[in-house]
Each structure stands twice: as C-alpha cells, then as structure tokens.
C-alpha cells in the first residue's frame, strides 16, 4: 500500500509539518533515527556524531557526486524512546538559520506507525526559502538538461 | 489545462523564477523588480507580462504607482512550488521505509 508523505505549509507562517505513515512497528521507525548506522543509510549520509540523549549532540556531512561536503548539526533537546525526539538542526555555512524539530512517532497498530515532523524556523521568509530549495534545484536541473539537449543538436 | 502549460513556461526561466521569489514575500513595484536585476528594464517588463498574461502576477492600482503581487486565488502555484520539498521527503522515508523492512524481518528470522 502506497503511503504518501503530507506537507503543511500554511502561508505566512515560520513553521510547517511533515506528515507520513509507514507499514513499521513504531520501535523501528525510532531505531531509524536514533541508531547512527541505520541514519547513515536512509539519509545517505556519513553519521561523524550522533549522542542520542537528552543534551546530546549530531553532526553528520554528507558529499555530494562532485565531492562537495555539507557539514549538518544540532542538538538534541529531549529523547523519548518510541515517542518522541525535539532537537535542533543547522546547514553549516548556509543563511538559513537554525531550525527546531519535534518528531512525534505514533503508533496506529502493531505494525504500522506514523511520524509528525513538527519544524519552526527563524522567520516565515526563512521558511520559504528553505521550502523553495529542492523546487529552485528542480527547475535548474530541468533548465540544465535543456541546455545539454540543445547543445547535442549544435 | 492551457494554464498548466503555461505556468510551466512561465518558471522554466531563471528570471521570472527570481521574479517570482522576489515578490512572493511582498507586492512590488515594477522599478523595484528590475533593481534587483543586471537585466535592462525593458527586459523585465517583458518578463512581467508573461507572468501576468500566464495569470502567475497580478496587477494592482495604488495611487500612481501599478504593484506586482503573486495571484493569491491560485493555490495550485503554491502546490507547485512545495511538490519538489514534498517529493524530497516522499523519497526519504521511502528509503527509511525500505531499509527498516530489512531489520524488521532479520527480528522475526
């Protein structure tokens, strides 16, 4: 069964939500952020730091095919196993600002579950751009395919 | 249907998708867009007509000056603008889904 992922963007606002369900027991979805070598393959990421405790820390870079590191980090705030993490995180050397994470994981049945991504940013303009940045990517893709396509036909 | 041809026109270039940003947080003035471009005036108030004529901006009278917004009555450009994010993290937990559906049958083994 197809399990589609939900975004509520209302305008104007400096938060949003990230809703989904999946066919897991909820303790496995947990794992799946709490545990640094399952992070590392879900998220496509090296995991260097990853304390999963209230007061503990992450940092995770990840390399793109060009070999360009981005650096990600935050805090963790509060860790409630199989129900909740509220942590912060940060693109290290970008404008965005630093963003608050509450992840609620809720049981709906033995095995299924779903997860409620709770994110508040600086501001509403920093929300947006932030929301633009895989559509800005998209669109430049595309615009980048054209122009290889056009500059074959040459 | 034409509209969404249109609409896709309309972002596939880079500047009238900057245009588009720009005024997504606040209605602006047509000089006020063209400052923000290297772009000759003229350039931009071609660009500002398509964007009108494919319904993305609207025109608003404020005393002597003509204000470019964003069309707020279509939401669907809003949609537009989210599906790349919302298909980002489909393809996450997608992912997390997939792998975590390993571990689960590694548990049961």
């Given at each position: 069964m197809e399990r589609k992922t939900k975004i509520n963007a209302e305008n104007g606002k400096q938060e949003l939500e990230i809703i989904r369900e999946f066919d897991l027991p909820v303790d496995l979805l947990f794992r799946a952020y709490a545990e640094a070598e399952i992070v590392a393959q879900w998220m496509g990421t090296k995991v260097l730091k990853l304390e999963s405790k209230k007061h503990g820390s992450y940092q995770f870079e990840t390399t793109d095919r060009k070999g360009n590191k981005y650096g990600f980090n935050g805090a963790i705030h509060e860790f409630i196993p199989n129900r909740k993490i509220v942590r912060t995180f940060e693109m290290d050397g970008t404008p965005y600002g630093v963003q608050l994470e509450i992840y609620q994981f809720v049981p709906i049945t033995d095995d299924t579950c779903a997860l409620k991504m709770h994110v508040i940013y600086e501001s509403s303009e920093l929300r947006d751009q932030v929301l633009k940045l895989p559509f800005a990517q998209g669109i430049n893709m595309a615009h980048n395919r054209i122009q290889d396509i056009a500059a074959k036909m040459k | 249907?034409?509209?969404?041809?249109?609409?896709?026109?309309?972002?596939?270039?880079?500047?009238?998708?900057?245009?588009?940003?720009?005024?997504?947080?606040?209605?602006?003035?047509?000089?006020?867009?063209?400052?923000?471009?290297?772009?000759?005036?003229?350039?931009?108030?071609?660009?500002?007509?398509?964007?009108?004529?494919?319904?993305?901006?609207?025109?608003?009278?404020?005393?002597?000056?003509?204000?470019?917004?964003?069309?707020?009555?279509?939401?669907?450009?809003?949609?537009?603008?989210?599906?790349?994010?919302?298909?980002?993290?489909?393809?996450?937990?997608?992912?997390l889904e997939h792998i975590m559906k390993q571990y689960k049958q590694k548990e049961t083994e």
């Open positions: - | 249907m034409n509209l969404r041809r249109d609409v896709f026109q309309a972002i596939a270039d880079p500047t009238r998708r900057a245009i588009l940003l720009l005024v997504a947080s606040q209605s602006m003035t047509a000089g006020a867009i063209a400052a923000n471009f290297d772009t000759a005036r003229p350039t931009v108030s071609k660009h500002l007509q398509i964007l009108i004529e494919c319904e993305l901006l609207r025109q608003q009278q404020n005393g002597r000056e003509i204000y470019y917004q964003l069309n707020p009555g279509k939401m669907k450009e809003v949609a537009e603008f989210i599906e790349p994010f919302r298909q980002m993290w489909d393809d996450r937990f997608n992912k």
